[in-house]
Structure formats: C-alpha cells, structure tokens
C-alpha cells in the first residue's frame, strides 16, 4: 500500500487494489492517475474535490517496461472497484493513462452510471482501438471537461483539440504554463476547474 493509501480491495483475479478514499457521499468521484504512477499524485486535488462527493484514487500496478501497458486490464480494476462501490452517481478524471481508462469505463457503464468525465493530457486519443471509446463518450452525451498543459512534451495539446472537435458536449481548457500534468502543476487552479464543471453537472 503506498503511502497515501488509506483502503484496498481484493480483486476477483487474486490481485490487491490499493486506494485513496476522503470524504462522505453516494456521489463518487474516481481519479486516475498516469501509467506507473500512483495514487499520491492526486494529494494536493482529493480533499479539495470532496465537496459534495467522495473521492477515490486507485494505485494501480506498475506496468513492466518492457511491455505496452493493456488498458483493458486498468479498466477492469476500476470497474471491479465502482462495482464494490455501488455509486449513485459517477465522475471520472484521467490523467494521461488514467484519461485512456476513464473513457473506456464510460463506454462500458454509460450515462446512466457516469455523469461527467475529466480528460487531462489523456492518453488514447489517436489510438485506432479507441474511436469507440471516444464515439460513445460523444454518443452518449456525457459532459466531457478536457484539461491540457500547452507544454506538454508528451502528449501534444493538438490532441486536447482533436478531442474537442470529437465530442460535442465538451469543453476545453488549456494551461498555458503548465506541461504534462496540469492536476500536480497548477493544483489550485485545476481543483477550482474540475470542482466548478462537476457542481454544474450534477457530480
């Protein structure tokens, strides 16, 4: 368990799921966090988003060097842990890798389960196996808030821009100084913007 752990949860396949958990509410919002990183990547955002929601950030596994990561195997950690949870209702925010996740648990719970998804410097946005994913976040209607950080050396913020003109009921910001991880980078500024879009939809 990391060091901002406080929960885990054992998974179905064997494995242990370690976890952030803060605040009080049926209202859950699920933050994901970028390819072998982990949970404490979010320390400076969760208590300030559990206004009237709970916050949960997952640590998932690291992922061997030398293989592609298997997103499919992420997602169905998190769907594995929204199933325990049992949310009334669901926001999701993805950084990088986490934003790959996190549309993939949209398409798979839909809008009925998920209410608003966060995108920051998100990962998948130009991988072939994934215009499903990006169709139904724009089929479904989902309100989709896209964070990115101009300077970004990673994911270029024309992805950010592909993403916009992808799903219609989106909307995007750019940090002008801010690089790969807008969330760790500008944490005040980023809390105020995703705390702001979920209030009005309903998160």
Not at 22 to 38: F, K, R, V
Not at 55 to 84: D, G, H, M
Request: charged residues 20%.
């Amino acid at each position: 368990m990391g060091e901002f752990d406080n929960a885990e949860l054992k998974l179905d396949f064997g494995a242990t799921l370690s976890y952030h958990e803060e605040g009080e509410s049926q209202t859950i919002l699920l933050l994901l966090h970028g390819l072998n990183a982990h949970s404490g990547t979010w320390r400076n955002n969760a208590s300030h988003l559990i206004t009237g929601r709970k916050v949960f950030a997952p640590s998932f596994q690291p992922w061997p060097a030398s293989r592609c990561p298997e997103i499919s195997a992420y997602t169905n950690q998190a769907l594995e842990l929204i199933a325990k949870l049992s949310p009334k209702k669901l926001g999701v925010a993805g950084n990088s890798m986490g934003g790959w996740i996190a549309m993939r648990v949209a398409e798979k719970l839909g809008s009925n389960v998920v209410k608003a998804v966060v995108l920051e410097d998100s990962a998948g946005t130009r991988d072939p196996l994934d215009e499903e994913s990006i169709s139904s976040l724009d089929s479904l209607g989902i309100p989709v808030l896209i964070i990115w950080g101009k300077r970004d050396k990673i994911i270029p913020v024309s992805d950010a821009e592909l993403l916009h003109s992808r799903i219609e009921n989106s909307e995007l910001f750019i940090f002008p100084d801010a690089g790969h991880v807008p969330h760790w980078e500008k944490p005040d500024e980023y809390n105020n913007l995703v705390q702001d879009f979920l209030a009005r939809n309903g998160v």
